[in-house]
Protein backbone atom coordinates (compact mmCIF):
# COMPACT_ATOMS: atom_id res chain seq x y z
CA UNK A 1 0.00 0.00 0.00
CA UNK A 2 1.11 3.36 -1.05
CA UNK A 3 2.31 5.99 1.89
CA UNK A 4 -0.47 8.76 2.32
CA UNK A 5 2.03 10.71 3.59
CA UNK A 6 4.98 10.31 0.65
CA UNK A 7 1.95 11.26 -1.58
CA UNK A 8 1.17 14.27 0.24
CA UNK A 9 4.68 15.37 -0.06
CA UNK A 10 4.93 14.44 -3.81
CA UNK A 11 4.19 17.86 -6.55
CA UNK A 12 3.88 18.66 -9.51
CA UNK A 13 4.30 21.96 -11.69
CA UNK A 14 2.97 22.37 -15.05
CA UNK A 15 4.53 24.61 -17.66
CA UNK A 16 1.38 25.37 -19.85
CA UNK A 17 2.59 27.43 -22.72
CA UNK A 18 1.00 28.43 -26.30
CA UNK A 19 4.88 27.94 -27.79
CA UNK A 20 6.86 25.41 -26.65
CA UNK A 21 7.44 26.37 -22.97
CA UNK A 22 11.30 26.27 -22.58
CA UNK A 23 11.99 29.83 -21.12
CA UNK A 24 9.27 29.09 -18.39
CA UNK A 25 10.57 25.50 -17.52
CA UNK A 26 13.90 27.23 -17.09
CA UNK A 27 13.01 30.06 -15.18
CA UNK A 28 10.80 27.92 -12.54
CA UNK A 29 14.11 25.17 -12.73
CA UNK A 30 16.31 28.31 -11.79
CA UNK A 31 14.11 28.99 -8.37
CA UNK A 32 13.19 25.03 -7.99
CA UNK A 33 16.89 25.28 -7.15
CA UNK A 34 16.33 27.56 -3.71
CA UNK A 35 14.04 24.45 -2.48
CA UNK A 36 16.76 22.20 -2.13
CA UNK A 37 15.20 18.20 -1.68
CA UNK A 38 11.73 19.96 -3.24
CA UNK A 39 10.18 16.31 -4.57
CA UNK A 40 8.87 18.22 -7.23
CA UNK A 41 8.21 17.37 -10.72
CA UNK A 42 8.42 20.04 -13.68
CA UNK A 43 6.05 19.27 -16.88
CA UNK A 44 5.93 21.18 -20.12
CA UNK A 45 2.86 21.10 -21.66
CA UNK A 46 3.15 23.17 -25.06
CA UNK A 47 0.84 24.61 -27.74
CA UNK A 48 -2.37 25.97 -25.05
CA UNK A 49 -4.08 27.61 -27.90
CA UNK A 50 -7.89 26.71 -26.87
CA UNK A 51 -9.91 26.81 -23.58
CA UNK A 52 -10.39 23.07 -25.11
CA UNK A 53 -6.75 22.67 -24.33
CA UNK A 54 -6.98 24.43 -21.50
CA UNK A 55 -10.00 22.15 -20.00
CA UNK A 56 -7.78 19.06 -20.87
CA UNK A 57 -4.79 20.15 -18.84
CA UNK A 58 -7.01 21.35 -15.50
CA UNK A 59 -8.80 17.82 -16.34
CA UNK A 60 -5.61 16.03 -15.88
CA UNK A 61 -4.01 18.26 -12.75
CA UNK A 62 -7.18 18.49 -10.85
CA UNK A 63 -6.97 15.31 -8.62
CA UNK A 64 -3.01 15.75 -7.84
CA UNK A 65 -0.82 18.13 -5.80
CA UNK A 66 -0.23 20.75 -8.54
CA UNK A 67 0.63 24.17 -9.49
CA UNK A 68 -0.20 25.52 -13.16
CA UNK A 69 2.54 27.82 -14.48
CA UNK A 70 1.79 29.77 -17.75
CA UNK A 71 3.32 31.54 -20.44
CA UNK A 72 0.15 32.72 -23.15
CA UNK A 73 0.34 35.35 -24.96
CA UNK A 74 -3.86 35.75 -25.59
CA UNK A 75 -5.36 37.73 -23.00
CA UNK A 76 -8.75 36.05 -23.26
CA UNK A 77 -6.89 32.60 -23.20
CA UNK A 78 -5.07 33.87 -20.04
CA UNK A 79 -8.27 34.95 -18.29
CA UNK A 80 -9.49 31.40 -18.86
CA UNK A 81 -6.94 29.33 -17.32
CA UNK A 82 -6.99 31.64 -14.44
CA UNK A 83 -10.91 31.70 -14.12
CA UNK A 84 -11.02 27.43 -14.05
CA UNK A 85 -8.03 26.79 -11.78
CA UNK A 86 -10.46 29.57 -9.10
CA UNK A 87 -13.34 27.20 -9.89
CA UNK A 88 -11.51 23.68 -9.09
CA UNK A 89 -9.02 24.83 -6.22
CA UNK A 90 -5.66 24.87 -8.24
CA UNK A 91 -3.09 27.79 -8.40
CA UNK A 92 -1.94 29.37 -11.10
CA UNK A 93 0.69 31.71 -12.10
CA UNK A 94 0.74 34.22 -15.04
CA UNK A 95 3.93 35.00 -16.14
CA UNK A 96 3.01 36.47 -19.44
CA UNK A 97 -0.14 38.79 -18.52
CA UNK A 98 1.87 41.16 -15.95
CA UNK A 99 4.73 41.85 -18.06
CA UNK A 100 2.99 42.65 -21.28
CA UNK A 101 0.55 44.84 -19.67
CA UNK A 102 3.11 46.92 -18.40
CA UNK A 103 4.65 47.15 -21.49
CA UNK A 104 1.24 47.74 -23.19
CA UNK A 105 0.81 50.96 -20.77
CA UNK A 106 4.47 52.22 -21.44
CA UNK A 107 4.20 51.88 -25.51
CA UNK A 108 0.73 52.96 -25.42
CA UNK A 109 0.65 49.96 -27.78
CA UNK A 110 -1.69 46.85 -28.32
CA UNK A 111 0.51 43.13 -28.03
CA UNK A 112 0.13 41.11 -31.20
CA UNK A 113 -0.78 38.21 -29.24
CA UNK A 114 0.41 35.98 -31.90
CA UNK A 115 1.60 32.31 -30.67
CA UNK A 116 5.39 31.21 -31.02
CA UNK A 117 6.58 34.78 -32.94
CA UNK A 118 9.85 34.63 -31.34
CA UNK A 119 10.49 31.17 -32.01
CA UNK A 120 9.56 32.20 -36.12
CA UNK A 121 11.85 35.17 -35.48
CA UNK A 122 14.73 33.54 -33.38
CA UNK A 123 14.81 31.15 -36.09
CA UNK A 124 14.84 33.55 -39.21
CA UNK A 125 17.63 35.19 -37.68
CA UNK A 126 19.53 31.79 -37.38
CA UNK A 127 18.95 31.22 -40.86
CA UNK A 128 20.26 34.41 -41.61
CA UNK A 129 23.38 34.39 -39.75
CA UNK A 130 24.22 30.91 -40.95
CA UNK A 131 23.67 32.60 -44.74
CA UNK A 132 25.80 35.48 -43.59
CA UNK A 133 28.87 32.76 -42.62
CA UNK A 134 28.16 30.23 -45.26
CA UNK A 135 29.24 33.60 -47.71
CA UNK A 136 32.15 34.93 -45.66
CA UNK A 137 33.80 31.27 -45.77
CA UNK A 138 32.91 31.19 -49.48
CA UNK A 139 34.51 34.69 -50.64
CA UNK A 140 36.86 34.78 -53.57
CA UNK A 141 36.78 31.09 -54.37
CA UNK A 142 38.13 29.83 -50.65
CA UNK A 143 36.90 26.53 -50.15
CA UNK A 144 35.97 25.40 -52.98
CA UNK A 145 34.72 22.02 -52.07
CA UNK A 146 31.84 23.22 -50.39
CA UNK A 147 30.48 24.86 -53.58
CA UNK A 148 27.68 22.37 -53.91
CA UNK A 149 25.96 23.70 -51.21
CA UNK A 150 25.51 26.79 -52.48
CA UNK A 151 22.13 28.37 -53.49
CA UNK A 152 23.66 30.66 -55.72
CA UNK A 153 27.69 30.69 -56.97
CA UNK A 154 28.63 33.86 -58.43
CA UNK A 155 31.61 34.15 -61.14
CA UNK A 156 33.60 37.79 -62.20
CA UNK A 157 36.37 39.47 -62.57
CA UNK A 158 38.55 40.92 -60.21
CA UNK A 159 36.54 43.94 -58.98
CA UNK A 160 33.11 42.94 -60.87
CA UNK A 161 31.57 43.23 -57.80
CA UNK A 162 31.34 39.42 -56.50
CA UNK A 163 32.00 40.06 -52.82
CA UNK A 164 29.50 43.24 -52.03
CA UNK A 165 26.71 41.56 -53.98
CA UNK A 166 27.18 38.02 -52.39
CA UNK A 167 27.37 39.67 -49.03
CA UNK A 168 24.18 41.69 -49.87
CA UNK A 169 22.60 38.10 -50.65
CA UNK A 170 23.49 36.59 -47.85
CA UNK A 171 21.85 39.15 -45.41
CA UNK A 172 18.36 38.38 -47.79
CA UNK A 173 18.84 34.69 -46.49
CA UNK A 174 20.54 33.25 -49.62
CA UNK A 175 23.80 30.77 -49.10
CA UNK A 176 26.16 32.77 -52.10
CA UNK A 177 29.44 31.70 -53.30
CA UNK A 178 31.41 33.18 -55.53
CA UNK A 179 34.53 32.32 -57.32
CA UNK A 180 37.10 34.84 -59.32
CA UNK A 181 37.86 34.24 -62.94
CA UNK A 182 41.36 34.94 -63.57
CA UNK A 183 42.90 34.47 -67.98
CA UNK A 184 44.84 31.65 -68.08
CA UNK A 185 44.49 30.34 -64.24
CA UNK A 186 42.05 27.46 -64.42
CA UNK A 187 38.89 27.95 -62.55
CA UNK A 188 37.69 24.96 -59.82
CA UNK A 189 37.30 21.87 -61.73
CA UNK A 190 33.87 20.73 -58.91
CA UNK A 191 32.18 23.21 -60.98
CA UNK A 192 31.88 21.02 -64.18
CA UNK A 193 29.77 18.72 -61.55
CA UNK A 194 27.17 21.82 -60.30
CA UNK A 195 23.86 22.60 -61.70
CA UNK A 196 24.96 25.53 -63.96
CA UNK A 197 21.22 26.97 -63.62
CA UNK A 198 23.21 28.06 -59.89
CA UNK A 199 26.21 29.58 -61.43
CA UNK A 200 25.48 33.46 -62.55
CA UNK A 201 28.42 35.17 -64.44
CA UNK A 202 28.99 38.80 -63.69
CA UNK A 203 29.68 40.70 -67.11
CA UNK A 204 31.02 44.71 -66.85
CA UNK A 205 31.99 47.23 -68.56
CA UNK A 206 35.40 48.49 -69.00
CA UNK A 207 34.90 52.33 -68.07
CA UNK A 208 33.42 50.68 -64.35
CA UNK A 209 35.92 48.00 -64.05
CA UNK A 210 38.64 50.56 -64.75
CA UNK A 211 37.34 52.92 -62.30
CA UNK A 212 36.82 49.78 -59.78
CA UNK A 213 40.43 48.65 -59.66
CA UNK A 214 41.86 52.13 -59.79
CA UNK A 215 40.20 53.18 -56.38
CA UNK A 216 41.23 49.18 -55.37
CA UNK A 217 44.65 50.67 -56.42
CA UNK A 218 44.52 53.91 -54.21
CA UNK A 219 43.38 52.22 -51.40
CA UNK A 220 46.04 49.91 -51.45
CA UNK A 221 48.55 53.41 -51.90
CA UNK A 222 49.32 52.57 -55.65
CA UNK A 223 50.17 55.48 -57.22
CA UNK A 224 51.60 54.27 -60.51
CA UNK A 225 49.70 52.59 -63.16
CA UNK A 226 49.76 48.76 -63.52
CA UNK A 227 48.58 46.60 -65.64
CA UNK A 228 45.70 45.55 -64.25
CA UNK A 229 44.16 48.66 -64.58
CA UNK A 230 44.93 49.54 -68.02
CA UNK A 231 41.99 50.22 -70.43
CA UNK A 232 43.67 48.11 -73.21
CA UNK A 233 44.29 45.02 -70.88
CA UNK A 234 40.78 45.79 -69.51
CA UNK A 235 39.05 45.23 -72.26
CA UNK A 236 40.75 42.17 -73.67
CA UNK A 237 40.29 40.60 -70.06
CA UNK A 238 36.75 40.90 -70.49
CA UNK A 239 36.61 39.49 -73.59
CA UNK A 240 38.18 36.48 -72.80
CA UNK A 241 35.74 36.12 -69.50
CA UNK A 242 32.93 36.82 -71.80
CA UNK A 243 33.62 33.92 -74.05
CA UNK A 244 34.23 31.69 -71.46
CA UNK A 245 31.17 32.03 -69.47
CA UNK A 246 29.24 31.34 -72.95
CA UNK A 247 31.49 28.42 -73.54
CA UNK A 248 30.01 27.09 -70.37
CA UNK A 249 27.01 27.71 -70.53
CA UNK A 250 26.76 30.55 -67.95
CA UNK A 251 23.94 32.79 -67.40
CA UNK A 252 25.29 36.42 -67.92
CA UNK A 253 23.79 39.33 -65.79
CA UNK A 254 25.13 42.77 -66.61
CA UNK A 255 25.99 44.64 -63.27
CA UNK A 256 27.85 47.95 -64.87
CA UNK A 257 25.94 51.16 -63.34
CA UNK A 258 23.70 49.32 -60.86
CA UNK A 259 23.12 48.96 -57.51
CA UNK A 260 23.46 46.27 -55.78
CA UNK A 261 19.97 45.99 -54.81
CA UNK A 262 19.03 45.78 -58.47
CA UNK A 263 21.54 43.04 -59.34
CA UNK A 264 20.46 41.00 -56.17
CA UNK A 265 16.85 41.11 -57.62
CA UNK A 266 17.91 40.09 -60.83
CA UNK A 267 19.53 37.07 -59.72
CA UNK A 268 17.10 36.19 -56.81
CA UNK A 269 13.99 36.37 -59.81
CA UNK A 270 16.29 34.27 -61.90
CA UNK A 271 17.13 31.51 -59.14
CA UNK A 272 13.51 31.26 -57.83
CA UNK A 273 11.93 31.22 -61.09
CA UNK A 274 14.41 28.32 -62.08
CA UNK A 275 14.12 26.36 -58.92
CA UNK A 276 10.97 27.12 -57.63
CA UNK A 277 12.05 28.53 -54.15
CA UNK A 278 10.62 31.61 -52.09
CA UNK A 279 12.26 34.87 -53.99
CA UNK A 280 12.26 36.56 -50.40
CA UNK A 281 13.84 35.47 -47.47
CA UNK A 282 13.79 38.47 -45.32
CA UNK A 283 12.00 41.42 -45.93
Given at each position: MPDKNKQKDFHMI??????????????????????????????????????????????????????????????????YITRKGIDVGIVTVDLMGPVISKIEVFLNKKP?????????????????????EFALAQDDGVNPD????AEVILVGLSRAGKTPLSMYMSVLGWKVANVPFVPGIPMPKILDKIDKRRIIALDINPVQLLSHRKMRQES????????????KDIEEEIQIARKYFISRGYSMIEVSNKPIETSSEEI??????RFRVQAHKFA
Open positions: YIASCGEGINAYMLVQSILVQFPNNNIIVVKVPHIRTEDHVDELIEKVIDTESLIVHTIVNSGLRQLEQPGLYRKIHQVNLTQVSAINLPNLGVSEVMPYALQIEIITR
